[in-house]
């Protein structure tokens, strides 16, 4: 039907579907209920290069593409989202951040293992009191009067992957009067004394992705782990973020898809009043519009993949096409798993089936990786040139 899917591209969304199926369907509802971190079937997608898909094969990855993470985000998410989310904080924030502004060794030292899914990656940017904010940091890094080291001290917040990574993304301030043009990117080592992590969120949804504040207390970071140059960390933060938006756009859309075909197979069974429900025109009609808004997601994502792919060639932003897709997939996301709950009536509430998780796991969608408000005004800015 499209033409930029090969048969390569086929051939690992069906190794993802398959493992999706065969090793994380069985899991996924126990680990929603206990919130354990999946650590062996993360290790699985590792060594099935799940974890650094684009990442050329010298660099521990696959060296695939774009269009082909988004299949496989797609499949591994309809099954579970919360093993999408770590790869996509895996893949498309920490690979590609050290891929694009990595120094050689760095690269090697750091991204050959993360991408290669030995160790896990995780980015660090939100504040407690600064989120959709992200400029408005407290956190600080102050270099030596030797230019040797940082040491870092501050509080960061909702850092997904946090409990259990190896290797932070952390995104802190060195020169406070400068604003976001002060900011600067570190690689974290979280190993290294100074360092803590937070007790790990109860969250609504995505429960099996552990998520956990920070603490820097003195961490002393030599200057061979700053990612890029001082005051750089904003840029490099916003377009990191480009790409981890189309990640989250093409988890949205496997969740919706779950929701949209768990809908079908009810409809097609389940009968009230003397007939299927879903020869019912109110249910039919639920069905025929998640239909549509689950295609329109679809092609949205690859449309910024395209763009994505298009400007690793030629240079440029795909700012635009990202935030678009990933409003859009995850508001569908949304939508889809709030009426697959009531096609399922009671049933859609019960924990007896996945339709109840598939709604609480749409719901981050809409708020990480930058909310529905802040993409509309990434959106609304691209198009009116005003701020
Ligand atoms: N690529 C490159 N540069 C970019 C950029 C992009 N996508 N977006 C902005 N910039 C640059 C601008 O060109 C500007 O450059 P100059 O300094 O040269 O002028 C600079 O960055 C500042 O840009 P803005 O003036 O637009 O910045 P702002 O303060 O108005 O903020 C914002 C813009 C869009 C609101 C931004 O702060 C934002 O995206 N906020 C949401 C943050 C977010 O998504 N947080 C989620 C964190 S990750 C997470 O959810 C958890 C997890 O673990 C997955």
Redesign the pocket.
Known sequence: MFDFITEEHEMIRQAARDFAQSAIAPIAADHDESGEFPLETVRQMGTLGFMGIEIPEEYGGVGMDTIAYVLAMEEISKVDASHGTIMS?NNS?VCHALLKYGTEEQKQKYLVPVASGSKIG??S??EPMS?????NMRSRAVLSEDGSHYTINGRKS???SAPVADIILLFTMTSPERA??GITAFIIETDREGFARGKTEPKLGIRASATSEITFDDYCSPVDNRLGEEGEG??IA??V??A?RIGIAAQALGIAEAAMEASIKYAQEREAFGQKIGEFQMIQQKLADMKCRIDASRLLIYQAALAKMKASKAGG?Y?LESSVAKLYASETAMWVATQAVQVHGGMGYSKELPVERYFRDAKITEI???TSE?QR??IA?HLTGL?
Do not use: C, N, P, Q
């Not at 989120?131 to 400029?135: L, Q, V, Y």
């Open positions: 904080v924030l995780a980015y940017l939100t989120g959709s904010d992200a400029g909702w850092v997904t976001h043009r904003f840029k916003m377009a973020l480009d981890g932003r700012t990480y990786e930058g802040i005004l990434v800015r701020r």
